[in-house]
């Protein structure tokens, strides 16, 4: 009976709406939309999604999800590539997220750096080089406007 309420907890844990406090993990997750996960875990983690999009990318099929609170996540050959929120509830576990100056990025995301990129600005750790995973904060007038955790294709 304890494991059904702990398994319970953990459970409803996962599908609260991102709004509740969800977490960004660094380079894996956000919201318990996890890199490489199928879209059945997706559901699992987060429920039915409001909105799902088909699109042909560049490169191949993609399906995105998007959730409430901002979450949208991505998916290339069935998989998760991408986890992205623009809501103001999903947090790092230093309290990091949309809403965010740059400087409290700089100073509580470890080994981030930022840069200017075609006019974007974006702060960002890992994700280097194809095949590696990478968070990335997008900065508009010195405050954070989008978290993206995600595989870099190319």
Do not use: H, W
């Amino acid at each position: 009976m304890l494991r059904a309420s702990v398994f319970l907890a953990v459970l409803s844990s996962l599908v609260l709406p991102a709004a509740a406090g969800a977490v960004i993990q660094l380079d894996r997750a956000i919201s318990g939309a996890r890199i490489n996960n199928t879209k059945s875990e997706v559901r699992t983690a987060l429920g039915e999604p409001r909105r799902v999009i088909k699109r042909d990318g560049l490169f191949g099929p993609t399906t995105e999800f998007r959730y409430r609170g901002g979450l949208r996540v991505l998916f290339l050959n069935g998989r998760v590539t991408l986890a992205g929120t623009t809501g103001l509830g999903d947090r790092t576990n230093r309290g990091v997220g949309v809403g965010s100056s740059e400087q409290k990025v700089k100073n509580r995301v470890p080994g981030v750096t930022c840069e200017t990129f075609e006019g974007t600005r974006i702060c960002s750790r890992g994700g280097e080089q194809p095949g590696k995973r990478g968070t990335f904060f997008f900065i508009e007038d010195g405050t954070v406007t989008r978290v993206d955790v995600a595989l870099v294709i190319d």
